[in-house]
């Protein structure tokens, strides 16, 4: 990902570990039982592609977690694709970690996450400063309440209307 693309999301890319590290901590999570995890990952595929995921840091199973997400295919931004596939991630989570809270706070400044977001109908809760993760600068943050009854609203009506009528 580009250097432009990590700072604007707020990102500081000199703590961007390198490819074969990150992909080792990858790894080591896959096999680590829902219970028992702190951090889990959904990659966003389209036709085939991954275009994107998401992450669900801090986890406190059945309690709460912090959602992160990125469009990494910068062709693919603008298409809706984020909002269903957010969505999608953010139910998974609420099952997988039986969460009862999820926030998800991108950089004030950062449009794209912000409006898609509001676009799905989450309520921003404030805004603090503060560093979104491990990887980010101290930026201005909005709070998000991912709320589960939101998000399966949202698939919902994206399966209404892709169901042909007669």
Known sequence: MPARDLV???VDPGKVPPPA???RQLEALID???RDADTAYV???VDGRAVGFNSL???VFGER???HLHMWDAAERGKGYGKTLFCLAALDFFERFRLQRIVCEPSRANAMPNAMLQGVGFRVLGTRTGKASELSVVTELNTYAIE???AENYVAQRKESDTPRA
């Open 8 to 10: 604007r999301m707020g």
């Open 21 to 23: 590290t990150l992909q």
């Open 32 to 34: 680590v039982a829902a």
């Open 43 to 45: 990659v966003w595929l």
């Open 57 to 59: 840091k801090n986890i």
């Open 65 to 67: 977690g912090d959602m």
């Open 148 to 150: 589960r009854r939101v």
